[in-house]
Nanobody
Framework: QVQLVESGGGLVQAGGSLRLSCAAS????????MGWYRQGPGQNRELVAT???????NYASSVKGRFTISRDNAKNTVYLQMNSLKAEDADVYYC????????????????WGQGTQVTVSS
């Protein structure tokens, strides 16, 4: 069984910073794509940032220059450093990973974290 556990959400003032973490555990052989998405009430989940196994990053235009995604492959962990936070960044943030399982046939599966709330006060 594979599990993604997020941490680091919370309340921050506008202009402040937060760092989100998401660690994968279980019978994992390799992790390809890691990413962060966010979702507001009644809204679709939207891409925030992704990072490939080779380190290539992709950002939503709304966060480019303020957020930084990184990964630690030895720890099966992805991070999202969020700086200069704005009120419109307040959402539930979800991590996402595509991975292959140990002892499996090389099929890639997608997994979501449980979500962590980010609240920005103005």
């Amino acid at each position: 069984q594979v599990q993604l556990v997020e941490s680091g959400g919370g309340l921050v003032q506008a202009g402040g910073s937060l760092r989100l973490s998401c660690a994968a555990s279980g019978s994992i052989r390799s992790i390809n794509l890691m990413g962060w998405y966010r979702q507001g009430p009644g809204q679709n989940r939207e891409l925030v940032a992704t990072i490939s196994s080779g380190g290539t990053t992709n950002y939503a235009s709304s966060v480019k220059g303020r957020f930084t995604i990184s990964r630690d492959n030895a720890k099966n962990t992805v991070y999202l450093q969020m700086n200069s936070l704005k009120a419109e960044d307040a959402d539930v943030y979800y991590c996402y990973m595509t991975l292959t399982k140990a002892g499996g046939l090389g099929v890639e599966y997608g997994y979501w974290g449980q979500g962590t709330q980010v609240t920005v006060s103005s």
